[in-house]
Nanobody, 128 residues
Framework: QVDLVESGGGMVQPGGSLKLSCTAS????????IVWFRQGPGKEREAVLC????????YYKDFAKGRFTISRDDAKKTVDLRMSALKPEDTAVYYC?????????????????????WGQGTQVTVSA
């Protein structure tokens, strides 16, 4: 059983855009708030943003505001992450994860301990 599967990663030029998708299998997407994490080379995994059952976004990191947009379609069992104005420092493995209760906790510290399911990650590389 694979609960969440990410797709859409790849290589993109600085300033470019990319859409990542997270698809649920074997679980009901509507039971979870979905959090996007990322982990860059030599860095710790960090929570970036979250979408709850109402479609409301919680940003955990300022770098995502204005550049990263999250959306969900429970009928299609997908959550999308649209990224624009990408920078080399955005290079990372991006993970989607589920928070049981269809909610987004207020802080990164809290949400890191609230994850019930994880995807396998998809690599995003930003370079010229």
């Amino acid at each position: 059983q694979v609960d969440l599967v990410e797709s859409g990663g790849g290589m993109v030029q600085p300033g470019g855009s990319l859409k990542l998708s997270c698809t649920a299998s074997g679980v009901r997407l509507e039971d979870y708030g979905i959090v996007w994490f990322r982990q860059g080379p030599g860095k710790e995994r960090e929570a970036v943003l979250c979408i709850n059952w109402k479609g409301e976004t919680t940003y955990y990191k300022d770098f995502a505001k204005g550049r990263f947009t999250i959306s969900r379609d429970d009928a299609k069992k997908t959550v999308d992450l649209r990224m624009s104005a990408l920078k080399p420092e955005d290079t990372a493995v991006y993970y989607c994860a589920g928070s049981w209760g269809a909610r987004c906790l207020a802080t990164e510290r809290e949400v890191k301990y609230d994850i019930s399911i994880w995807g396998q990650g998809t690599q995003v590389t930003v370079s010229a």
